[in-house]
């Protein structure tokens, strides 16, 4: 009976010394008081009443948000910023050993740091430097928590609350800030319509200055046309006119005319040139006798004609 109690204890204790150590955990092993070693990921088996496990450490990275910190720039207005933390555990010895409150030794660093770097920028510098002053509390704390196995990966001013009075003036300036913009873009559009129209309205003038001009030269073409056309057909009945004068004096030198008969032909021409519009017209000797000879010639035969 006792030999089953005293295998149902050793059992019982082998058991409650059999410890699985999950993925990304570490456990912190003392024996006798001091440190001895770390389990990482695994099975792994604690001697009774020799061995303790004196932390269990998480390796992956972590987030603290820290309640706002009051701090005063460089020109004294006075603030409120709260700071988000990012970090990781690379030490588990230094972690368990470097400092007796991790969290609170980071809180109160964290805030010194901010107070130093917002203490030597102004108001404005401090809300438009968010990035530098980041990156500057990073490189600060991540170098002072090495000797705590604390890896700093990043930093981040997630709220910075300055005073009401503050608040209003930057209100009022953002909206002055948004007017001034509304009449420097209302005077662009503004202006740029007027541009515009100008441009319409010369792109219509030169348009229709060169319309004018084209149908100036197309008036100008017509007008040569139809004196060109004009011209060749004057020259045309001047040249039909000649070939016809000349034809009938061909005609005339092939019949072989009388001299009688040539200066009859004179005083007919005669008469077509006077054609009743001529006062007084002055014929040649030669032909006066001959138109004498004609008009008695009338005569006689209109004396000669039966009543």
Same mark, same amino acid.
Request: proline share 4%.
């Given at each position: 009976?006792?030999?089953?109690?005293?295998?149902?204890?050793?059992?019982?204790?082998?058991?409650?010394?059999?410890?699985?150590?999950?993925?990304?955990?570490?456990?912190?092993?003392?024996?006798?008081?001091?440190?001895?070693?770390?389990?990482?990921?695994?099975?792994?088996?604690?001697?009774?009443?020799?061995?303790?496990?004196?932390?269990?450490?998480?390796?992956?990275?972590?987030?603290?948000?820290?309640?706002?910190?009051?701090?005063?720039?460089?020109?004294?207005?006075?603030?409120?910023?709260?700071?988000?933390?990012?970090?990781?555990?690379?030490?588990?010895?230094?972690?368990?050993?470097?400092?007796?409150?991790?969290?609170?030794?980071?809180?109160?660093?964290?805030?010194?740091?901010?107070?130093?770097?917002?203490?030597?920028?102004?108001?404005?510098?401090?809300?438009?430097?968010?990035?530098?002053?980041?990156?500057?509390?990073?490189?600060?704390?991540?170098?002072?928590?090495?000797?705590?196995?604390?890896?700093?990966?990043?930093?981040?001013?997630?709220?910075?609350?300055?005073?009401?009075?503050?608040?209003?003036?930057?209100?009022?300036?953002?909206?002055?800030?948004?007017?001034?913009?509304?009449?420097?873009?209302?005077? !662009?559009?503004?202006?740029?319509? *007027?541009?515009?129209?100008? %441009?319409?309205?010369?792109?219509?003038?030169?348009? =229709? &200055? /060169? $319309?004018?001009? !084209?149908?100036?030269?197309?008036? *100008?073409?017509?007008?040569? %046309?139809?004196?060109?056309?004009?011209?060749?057909? =004057? &020259? /045309? $009945?001047?040249?039909?006119?000649?070939?016809?004068? *000349?034809?009938?004096?061909?005609?005339?030198?092939?019949?072989?005319?009388?001299?009688?008969?040539?200066?009859?032909?004179?005083?007919?021409?005669?008469?077509?040139?006077?054609?009743?519009?001529?006062?007084?017209?002055?014929?040649?000797?030669?032909?006066?006798?001959?138109?004498?000879?004609?008009?008695?010639?009338?005569?006689?035969?209109?004396?000669?004609?039966?009543?």
């Amino acid at each position: 009976m006792i030999i089953a109690v005293i295998a149902v204890v050793l059992f019982i204790l082998i058991i409650s010394n059999i410890h699985i150590v999950t993925q990304a955990h570490a456990f912190v092993i003392e024996r006798l008081g001091a440190f001895h070693t770390v389990w990482p990921t695994g099975l792994h088996f604690k001697l009774p009443f020799l061995d303790r496990i004196a932390k269990r450490v998480s390796l992956m990275e972590q987030v603290v948000d820290f309640p706002p910190q009051p701090v005063i720039t460089k020109d004294n207005v006075k603030m409120q910023i709260d700071t988000v933390v990012f970090y990781q555990i690379t030490d588990c010895k230094l972690f368990t050993y470097g400092v007796q409150n991790p969290m609170s030794a980071i809180e109160n660093l964290t805030a010194t740091t901010l107070r130093n770097i917002i203490g030597e920028l102004e108001l404005d510098s401090t809300l438009t430097s968010r990035d530098i002053i980041n990156t500057k509390m990073r490189s600060i704390l991540d170098e002072a928590t090495d000797a705590w196995g604390i890896k700093v990966n990043r930093v981040e001013l997630k709220n910075i609350i300055p005073p009401k009075e503050i608040q209003d003036a930057m209100e009022k300036q953002m909206k002055a800030e948004r007017e001034r913009r509304e009449l420097i873009l209302r005077a !662009e559009g503004e202006k740029n319509s *007027a541009i515009l129209v100008a %441009e319409g309205r010369k792109q219509a003038m030169i348009l =229709e &200055a /060169e $319309a004018n001009k !084209e149908s100036q030269i197309l008036n *100008a073409e017509a007008e040569r %046309e139809a004196t060109i056309r004009r011209a060749e057909g =004057e &020259a /045309e $009945a001047i040249l039909k006119v000649q070939e016809a004068t *000349a034809l009938g004096i061909q005609k005339i030198n092939e019949a072989n005319p009388s001299e009688a008969v040539l200066r009859i032909k004179s005083l007919e021409a005669f008469e077509r040139a006077a054609d009743g519009k001529a006062n007084k017209i002055i014929i040649p000797s030669e032909i006066q006798g001959i138109a004498g000879l004609a008009a008695g010639v009338a005569e006689l035969v209109k004396t000669e004609k039966p009543e």
